[in-house]
C-alpha cells in the first residue's frame, strides 16, 4: 500500500508562486511514475504534469514554461513547483503515484490565485 499526503497549497496573488509537495509512504519501492493533476470548481480533473522514475518529464500545454515537477527518491516526494500563477490555475492539485497497475491518490490541496 502506498499513502500519498500532499501540502504546500493557499492563497496567491496573480503572477506569485507556490510550491507544492507530495510524500509517500507505505511501499515507495513499487511507484513507477508520479504526477499532478488538478480539479477548478464544476469542471473535470485535469492532468497536470508527470515525473517517471528515471525523471522523465510531460506537462500540460496550458502549465508548460511555468510549471516544473521533480522528484526526491530519497525523501519519497514530487514537488511542482509553480511560477508565474495565473487565476485560471485555481483548483484543488492532487498528487498520484501509479503503483503495481493501480493508480493512487492524495486527498488534494488547494490553490487559490486571486487576481
Known amino acids: 500500500q502506498v499513502h500519498l499526503v500532499e501540502s504546500g497549497g493557499g492563497l496567491v496573488q496573480a503572477g506569485g508562486s507556490l510550491r507544492l509537495s507530495c510524500a509517500a509512504s507505505?511501499?515507495?519501492?513499487?511507484?513507477?511514475?508520479m504526477g499532478w493533476y488538478r480539479q477548478a470548481p464544476g469542471k473535470q480533473r485535469e492532468w497536470v504534469a508527470t515525473i517517471s522514475s528515471a525523471e522523465y518529464t510531460n506537462y500540460a500545454d496550458s502549465v508548460k514554461g511555468r510549471f516544473t515537477i521533480s522528484r526526491d527518491n530519497a525523501k519519497n516526494t514530487v514537488y511542482l513547483q509553480m511560477n508565474s500563477l495565473k487565476p485560471e490555475d485555481t483548483a484543488v492539485y492532487y498528487c498520484?503515484?501509479?503503483?503495481?497497475?493501480?493508480?493512487?491518490w492524495g486527498q488534494g490541496t488547494q490553490v487559490t490565485v486571486s487576481s
Open positions: 507505505g511501499s515507495t519501492s513499487n511507484i513507477v511514475t
Open positions: 498520484n503515484a501509479y503503483v503495481m497497475a493501480t493508480l493512487i
